[in-house]
């Protein structure tokens, strides 16, 4: 559902039992969500500013009786109100972080022969604790031979501040790498990654790396005695097994926990989440006060690296991985805990490492820009909306940005003014002109641009005249989305061979003048051969 949608529907559907309004000061300042869905306006900038105040936790629909998702309708509001807005100098921060993540110098991928699972720690956990990363890498090793390891930044700050156009660049760059380079299975230890990966990581499968540690304890398990309280992280209040394999590896430990009000699905943000603590102070430390009253004197035990920084800013906080792989300093209640600016000296520390110890066949630093290269923008050309509008619904649930045009000549203004277009699906039949020939006039625009053609009756002397006019599939309908999904999908990864191979000129060691207009009239020329041109 679009933005107005998500507003009717909360507004229609939700009941004002203020359940969740109990449970959270934002909701205690605002409103409950139907009072808000209805006064909510857009344009109003007064409003703009509300949904940045939310941590997107997830306890609302938690306790919801009907279902409801309050948290998705405030991060809908932020995605349409961050542009507006023009946040980003408040947000300088966290933005920056993730973009160093996701950069050169910082990014590593090592994929040996074979491989199609993939460790990736997050930027927290191999920033504060690069030695337990070490022997948790050291332990997947041993017990999945052909593993292969990932250091990168989901980017789910970008997804969360509502700057959703950057985060599915960013993200589907990486997963299409990685599905490229045959990787099925994602290991993760950061709970936020495993939702990002779950909800957008089409084609690839993702598990906690808990539930691997439960299933195959480590030979040297300590031996421990005492009680703790367990806080979950909010992204894992409805992963029953991830909550309960770490559960399960504390009693392997000796350890037993004393439960808390706000626990598994009921569990309160730490206060980092949504980046709130950059918008509104008080409103984040309010959840480390309920945290912090039900833990009383008890040491706190988590397994996300931002809960456990944030936690242990006032409390004492430990992450399971301290017990695992670094008993000692947990015993003596001293984990080997490093912050900024060291985090960032870490993280290079632990890529230095990987490259001199980990042999592999495939590996790369992330050169991908956001803006040069772009893989997920669909134009679907077609005048019959019963047949466009649930399919893009469908697709854009998938993370695509789908733009709908009824006519040949509204999908060439969409091309002409520079609109994100990497593949266009057309019907051979628009009122205006044929598909092939608007296929025809965007190649000879932008020949980068993939052409999918589809006919209700297919016939060999219209298959020609597609392919002539530069498309790479001609299907017939009806596809089931299943099929439809894989020539999308081949479609986008001919695109972006040609845009890296555009990217690999203009950034590499020869660019004279000459040398880049020889190298990139060779790759149009490439494109070009592609439409029988």
Same mark, same amino acid.
């Given at each position: 559902?679009?933005?107005?949608?998500?507003?009717?529907?909360?507004?229609?559907?939700?009941?004002?039992?203020?359940?969740?309004?109990?449970?959270?000061?934002?909701?205690?300042?605002?409103?409950?969500?139907?009072?808000?869905?209805?006064?909510?306006?857009?344009?109003?900038?007064?409003?703009?500013?509300?949904?940045?105040?939310?941590?997107?936790? +997830?306890?609302? =629909?938690?306790? #919801?009786?009907?279902?409801?998702?309050?948290? !998705?309708? $405030?991060?809908?509001? @932020?995605?349409?109100?961050?542009?507006?807005?023009?946040?980003?100098?408040?947000?300088?921060?966290?933005?920056?972080?993730?973009?160093?993540?996701?950069?050169?110098?910082?990014?590593?991928?090592?994929?040996?022969?074979?491989?199609?699972?993939?460790?990736?720690?997050?930027?927290?956990?191999?920033?504060?604790?690069?030695?337990?990363?070490?022997?948790?890498?050291?332990?997947?090793?041993?017990?999945?031979?052909?593993? +292969?390891?990932? =250091?990168?930044? #989901?980017?789910?700050?970008?997804?969360?501040? !509502?700057? $959703?156009?950057?985060? @599915?660049?960013?993200?589907?760059?990486?997963?299409?790498?990685?599905?490229?380079?045959?990787?099925?299975?994602?290991?993760?230890?950061?709970?936020?990654?495993?939702?990002?990966?779950?909800?957008?990581?089409?084609?690839?499968?993702?598990?906690?790396?808990?539930?691997?540690?439960?299933?195959?304890?480590?030979?040297?398990?300590?031996?421990?005695?005492?009680?703790?309280?367990?806080?979950?992280?909010?992204?894992?209040?409805?992963?029953?097994?991830?909550?309960?394999?770490?559960?399960?590896?504390?009693?392997?430990?000796?350890?037993?926990?004393?439960?808390?009000?706000?626990?598994?699905?009921?569990?309160?943000?730490?206060?980092?989440?949504?980046?709130?603590?950059?918008?509104?102070?008080?409103?984040?430390?309010?959840?480390?006060?309920?945290?912090?009253?039900?833990?009383?004197?008890?040491?706190?035990?988590?397994?996300?690296?931002?809960?456990?920084?944030?936690?242990?800013?006032?409390?004492?906080?430990?992450?399971?991985?301290?017990?695992?792989?670094?008993?000692?300093?947990?015993?003596?209640?001293?984990?080997?805990?490093?912050?900024?600016?060291?985090?960032?000296?870490?993280?290079?520390?632990?890529?230095?490492?990987?490259?001199?110890?980990?042999?592999?066949?495939?590996?790369?630093?992330?050169?991908?820009?956001?803006?040069?290269?772009?893989?997920?923008?669909?134009?679907?050309?077609?005048?019959?909306?019963?047949?466009?509008?649930?399919?893009?619904?469908?697709?854009?649930?998938?993370?695509?940005?789908?733009?709908?045009?009824?006519?040949?000549?509204?999908?060439?203004?969409?091309?002409?003014?520079?609109?994100?277009?990497?593949?266009?699906?057309?019907?051979?039949?628009?009122?205006?002109?044929?598909?092939?020939?608007?296929?025809?006039?965007?190649?000879?625009?932008?020949?980068?641009?993939?052409?999918?053609?589809?006919?209700?009756?297919?016939?060999?002397?219209?298959?020609?005249?597609?392919?002539?006019?530069?498309?790479?599939?001609?299907?017939?309908?009806?596809?089931?989305?299943?099929?439809?999904?894989?020539?999308?999908?081949?479609?986008?990864?001919?695109?972006?061979?040609?845009?890296?191979?555009?990217?690999?000129?203009?950034?590499?060691?020869?660019?004279?003048?000459?040398?880049?207009?020889?190298?990139?009239?060779?790759?149009?020329?490439?494109?070009?051969?592609?439409?029988?041109?």
């Amino acid at each position: 559902m679009n933005l107005p949608e998500q507003l009717k529907h909360m507004a229609d559907q939700c009941i004002a039992c203020d359940l969740c309004v109990g449970e959270c000061a934002f909701l205690q300042k605002y409103g409950n969500p139907k009072q808000i869905a209805e006064s909510y306006d857009p344009e109003d900038r007064s409003h703009q500013s509300l949904p940045f105040e939310c941590h997107l936790c +997830g306890l609302c =629909l938690a306790v #919801c009786p009907k279902d409801l998702d309050p948290a !998705g309708m $405030f991060l809908s509001m @932020r995605t349409k109100s961050i542009g507006e807005l023009g946040k980003k100098r408040r947000f300088k921060r966290i933005l920056a972080y993730e973009k160093r993540g996701t950069s050169r110098r910082y990014s590593y991928y090592t994929l040996p022969e074979g491989c199609q699972t993939v460790f990736f720690p997050g930027c927290a956990l191999p920033g504060t604790r690069p030695e337990v990363t070490l022997k948790l890498i050291q332990y997947l090793q041993h017990r999945i031979p052909s593993l +292969g390891i990932v =250091l990168d930044c #989901c980017t789910m700050p970008s997804h969360d501040l !509502g700057y $959703f156009d950057h985060f @599915r660049q960013m993200f589907y760059e990486m997963t299409r790498y990685l599905i490229r380079n045959h990787v099925q299975h994602i290991l993760t230890a950061c709970p936020n990654c495993f939702q990002i990966f779950k909800k957008y990581g089409r084609g690839l499968s993702v598990q906690m790396v808990h539930e691997v540690l439960n299933q195959h304890p480590p030979e040297d398990l300590p031996s421990l005695s005492g009680t703790l309280v367990l806080h979950d992280p909010c992204p894992m209040r409805f992963e029953d097994s991830a909550m309960q394999a770490v559960r399960d590896l504390m009693a392997k430990t000796g350890l037993h926990f004393t439960p808390m009000a706000h626990e598994k699905d009921r569990s309160v943000c730490c206060g980092e989440g949504g980046a709130v603590f950059l918008v509104s102070k008080p409103l984040s430390e309010n959840w480390k006060k309920i945290r912090k009253a039900e833990a009383g004197e008890s040491p706190v035990l988590t397994y996300c690296a931002g809960c456990t920084n944030n936690l242990g800013k006032t409390m004492a906080t430990f992450h399971i991985l301290d017990l695992l792989f670094d008993p000692p300093s947990f015993m003596n209640k001293k984990p080997k805990v490093s912050r900024a600016p060291f985090t960032y000296w870490n993280r290079l520390s632990l890529k230095k490492r990987l490259r001199k110890t980990f042999l592999a066949k495939t590996t790369r630093e992330r050169s991908f820009l956001d803006g040069i290269l772009s893989f997920n923008n669909l134009l679907i050309v077609d005048p019959d909306r019963s047949f466009t509008v649930p399919l893009a619904e469908q697709l854009e649930k998938m993370g695509f940005s789908v733009f709908l045009a009824s006519s040949g000549e509204e999908a060439l203004k969409r091309v002409y003014k520079n609109d994100p277009v990497d593949v266009v699906l057309l019907d051979t039949v628009l009122p205006d002109r044929t598909g092939m020939e608007v296929l025809g006039r965007i190649k000879a625009h932008k020949p980068f641009i993939q052409g999918i053609v589809m006919t209700g009756k297919s016939s060999v002397s219209e298959a020609i005249s597609a392919m002539k006019s530069g498309a790479s599939e001609y299907l017939v309908k009806p596809q089931g989305l299943e099929a439809l999904l894989g020539h999308i999908q081949a479609a986008m990864d001919e695109k972006q061979d040609y845009e890296q191979q555009m990217l690999a000129v203009q950034t590499g060691p020869f660019t004279t003048p000459r040398h880049l207009k020889t190298r990139m009239a060779e790759i149009k020329s490439a494109a070009a051969k592609q439409r029988g041109a």
